[in-house]
């Protein structure tokens, strides 16, 4: 008998859980294999309110309280808050709390849409720090510390930077001597290490951002830890961070019936990965190690090794670069799931981003490793991707006023938006890094740029289509002197 009526959603979630598959994506919990069973045959009934003896997110005192003092111990920051939001609510409550409007912040470009949305909202006024290129694997590599060190001396009245360390590649940020320069001229260092919640778990895992002196970072735990979608974590890592503003912060954005779902599966996360996590991590990377040897000997596709031009990289995250062949990210990515049932995070034009966690089984990995070099051999040609970067925005950017960026209606067909400034963060996703964000001058590379990625298959949010299937943009009414 059919249980539901009109579930379009439930439809097509039954559908998809009805296949077998391999699940190398984030939640990292992979389909409840990284909980114990009496976990999960409990968690619907968790989903409690704040009943007496389960404490209050929003004035913890008890239970909550005390599973925040255990992340404290298990990270080694100051103080530790739950976000029941994902990473995007302590970066909103971290740029809140921690700078004012109209004050300006360093930030590396290429960082996530939850931080553009935060500058709109809170009224900071961006300096971006360009992200270095790498031609040879065409990925943007996190600016060298002279790129901070030029926009530290250019605009001594910034009051911190904020940055993305690791990035979906896996690549990190080194942090030691960054944190260093800004701590000496006064300024914050805070980081969105949304991709790095795990780090703390195993000494074969790169450093983390509170290790090399960071104020505050933000991880999601959903993403890398068994934990559900919207878990996250804020710490602070030092007392130039008032812990009760920041508190208070997180409480304002959050909402008032906060998921003991969420916040029981942080408790169950830290937990794990507090007993478990070293060991599994071991067993883990050697698994990994082996996996990577196998497949360095792929004639078309190439693995992305683990240090990249002497930067660190998240050895759990395996990226696999088609550059050399004639498929694409995105057909490689389709193929995976196609022919081998194989769900990869994301895929790019010319990288397919694989997730593995404390939950993956050797089986797993074993199955990814057959189906690459299968695919691999039947490529016979190599070298015919067309390849294209990301256009290099420059460092400024005049990001609207709130309620001109609600308000702004205006619409024209990308084709004709060079010179106009761009009213909507263009975001192809994932990873959810804009192109354009809002405020910045529209170009020529701009647009060729974004029919390219949406020819070749990203989902591009931002932008509209009119009746003739052309691309649509929203710009604000000032137009550039350019
Ligand atoms: C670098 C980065 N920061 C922040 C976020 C937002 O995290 P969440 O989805 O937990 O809100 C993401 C999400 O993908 C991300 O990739």
Redesign the pocket.
Known sequence: MNRYKNTPLIKALNNFISEERIIMHMPGHKQGKGFDAGFTKNLLKFDLTELSGLDNFHKPEGVILESMEALEKAFGSLKSYFLV?????G?HASILSCFERGDKVLINRN??I??INALILFGIKPVFVMPDYMEEYSLPLPPGLNSWKKALDENPDAKGAFV?TP??YGICQPLSELSHLLHENGKLLLV?E??GAHFSFSRKLPETALEQGADLC?Q?F??TLPAVT?A?VLHIGSKRIDPEKVRRAVSMITTTSPSYVIMASIDYARDFAERKGAEIYEKLINILADTKGKLSAMKNLRILPDSIDNLKRDPTRIVIDTALSDISGYELYNRLFNEFGITAEMCDNSHVVFILTMADTADDINKLTQALIKIDKSINKAGTIALFSPPVSGSKCDIPDLHDFLDSKAEIPLKEAEGMICANAVTPY???IPVLCPGEVITKQHIRYIIKVKRAGADVHGLSTDDNGHEIIRILKRRCSL
């Open positions: 939001n994902g990473s995007t609510s970066i960082c996530h939850s931080v993305t990035d979906y969105d949304a991709h933000i999601s959903h993403k919207q996250a994932p990873p959810g």
